[in-house]
């Protein structure tokens, strides 16, 4: 019964509150923001205004979340979801889905791994590292041109990229993909302008800048100077 009391007795207080910024109510709750919020579910929570330097969102699913104002960003984002996809993942699937990425699965799988990843925790420094290490150690074709157009096309919200990326995955080994590579090597170029200029601007904690696409650019481009490689399976 007391802990029913102490519960009613927070609830009131945050709802009696003056202020409606997160940080504000959590201090009220008596919520610890080191502990309480590693893995919670705070899809859609406004952001705005608060003081975060205390918080700890590792594993925490932030989708659709609003950054905008935020004073102080959180102490720890690891494997926090940012991005906007609705898929059933939680924080704790970002090693499991990461490591498919790099497995010997066929390309579709791995690529569709990687779509997951994007769609859901977003373009951020993780996911950066991530398409970084498919680029270095990948030997086809398919999965590394698609990875770097995903990822890309995500960020500029080019739909019909996306899409493109998603129907040779699900063709897998369909000879028919070999008259998509055109398209896909003019696609690598037409974003590698695209990121050349365009202004970076922080979307939330963790975002990539023009530092993290330089490093991504480095890598798709030394993949590029290698030998002609036929191994697209």
Not at 25 to 37: K, R, W
Not at 47 to 74: M, V
């Amino acid at each position: 019964m007391k802990t029913n009391d102490n519960f009613t007795g927070v609830a009131s207080k945050v709802a009696s509150s003056d202020s409606d910024i997160f940080s504000d109510l959590v201090e009220i709750s008596g919520l610890n923001p080191a502990t309480d919020f590693r893995g919670a579910r705070l899809n859609g929570v406004d952001l705005g205004e608060s003081h975060l330097e205390s918080f700890n969102f590792d594993l925490a699913d932030l989708r659709g979340a609003n950054w905008r104002g935020l004073l102080t960003e959180p102490s720890s984002t690891t494997h926090c979801l940012r991005g906007n996809g609705e898929d059933n993942v939680s924080g704790a699937d970002f090693p499991q889905l990461s490591a498919v990425c790099v497995s010997r699965e066929n390309w579709g799988e791995r690529f569709l791994a990687f779509k997951l990843i994007i769609d859901n925790w977003g373009e951020n420094t993780e996911t950066a590292d991530l398409l970084v290490n498919i680029l270095k150690t990948d030997k086809g074709t398919y999965l590394r041109l698609c990875t770097f157009i995903y990822f890309c096309a995500s960020y500029a919200r080019d739909e019909k990229m996306m899409n493109r990326c998603i129907e040779m995955a699900k063709a897998g080994r369909s000879q028919t993909n070999m008259f998509r590579l055109k398209t896909l090597r003019k696609a690598v170029r037409d974003y590698s302008k695209y990121f050349e200029s365009v202004n970076f601007e922080k979307r939330y904690p963790g975002d990539i800048d023009r530092v993290h696409f330089t490093r991504i650019q480095y890598a798709m481009d030394t993949v590029e100077d290698r030998e002609p490689d036929r191994r697209f399976i």
